[in-house]
């Protein structure tokens, strides 16, 4: 007999799997590499609990290794008490001819094992019916073969055993042989039946235990159902309480937090006042100072304005100025402000810039006195100089600056080119430098009092005044 060939199974053949899918697909994949075309394997699990759910679920791996090698394939999950016992009632119940089954489990293989290792296995082998071929697997290979009417074969193919009689010379119980074994043949036939209708009363009587076991794990799973449903209810309200109380402890935390916050505010804003109090005070006195130094320099600066008007280089009469504007000319005005207005003109072969003060404001008259009085006293390469005076006119005259305000430089008036950093930084440069100087003044300090890009003046070379 050839155990090796493809077409070793051509019917049905039972294949008995394990709990432990591993194990149960090296022996599955065995017989899968030896059946025909014909064949149809039936996966048989013996199960001694009445957990049919999972063991179907287990049962439907070895399903899909059929399917991918596109074996035909069914799965049958058996309740008994006795794993052993339930395989040999199924061999009795279906007739089986043909069962694949474990030796042992993968991880006890031994290259020198000459029997099934199994409990099981070994039960099996010695009651099960002699009319069952039976194969025991390891591994994924075959380490034993039962054959029909108890001739054992091993896994080596040379050794192949006969069941015959030999070539001995037939004698008296040689004839009477054929008859004998009809006899027993027909004993095992009437106690096959006898097997057969106590398994079906026993199939029928476990069928009933069955539904009573379904309907009661139906009636537990129901009740169970409930009390998880209850418990999770109350695990739910569990859990909002306690978010809620995490919440109002975090909200009691934010209190504390902001009454402290408003306790320190309190305590900063008492000292704040005090603190506002006494810069309040020092203010005053110093208002108070400032207000009798102005008192002071207001009556020295009367007392030096006729030597300041004696001061400048020069006066001009309002003919003069007339003549150089061109009779105030408004194509010549290049500037408007709310203290009067500035001319561009030619006056004694010199461009200069011609301020015309409104006389109308008395703001106007202190200012012009005040620029003459101190424009007369200080020079400064940063400064506009101050070329002379018409107290006709009330007016100043200046040197004239061709380029225009910071402002309009900045603002590209005229589509000029906007100024370089490097200028820019020139620029600031030569403002702090002026206003140090009027700052340090002496006798006293000189404060411009209306800084901004439109009162600073670029000349040809960019320099400011």
Partial sequence: MMLSQKSL?????????????????SILSWVIDRVSDSAEIIIVHIVTSPDFESRQQILDCYLDQCSRKKVRAEKRVFLFTDIDEGLIHLINLYGVTELVIGAAADRHYRRKMKAPQSKTALSVMQKAHSHCNMWFICKGKLMF???????????????????GVGNRKMDLRSLLQPNLEAKRLEYMYTKDIEIRKEIEAEIS???????????????????????RYQWNKNANALQQASKQKRLLEHR???LDSVASHLGESMRASDSLVLSLKLEYSKVKRERDDAVKEARDMRMEKELTEPRAYGAMSSEFSLAELEQATQAFSS????GEGGFGSVYKGLLRSTTVAIKILNTESLRAQSQFKQEVAIL?????PNLVTLIGASPEASALVYEFLPNGSLEDRLNCVNSTLPLSWQVRIQIIAEVCSALIFLHKHKPHPVVHGDLKPGNILLDANLPLR
Wanted: hydrophobic share 30%.
């Fill in 205 to 227: 009587q476990q069928r009933e235990e069955t539904e009573t076991l379904k309907k009661a794990t139906l009636m537990l799973q129901n009740e169970l159902d409930w009390y």
């Fill in 252 to 254: 009691i935390s934010e």
């Fill in 145 to 163: 073969f039962r054959e029909a009417n108890y001739c054992l074969l091993t896994k080596s193919r040379s050794a192949r055993p006969t069941c």
């Fill in 9 to 25: 199974f051509r019917g049905r053949v039972f294949v008995a799997v394990p709990e432990e899918p591993r194990d149960g697909k």
């Fill in 331 to 334: 194509s010549l005005n290049i």
């Fill in 376 to 380: 007369s006293r200080v020079r400064h």
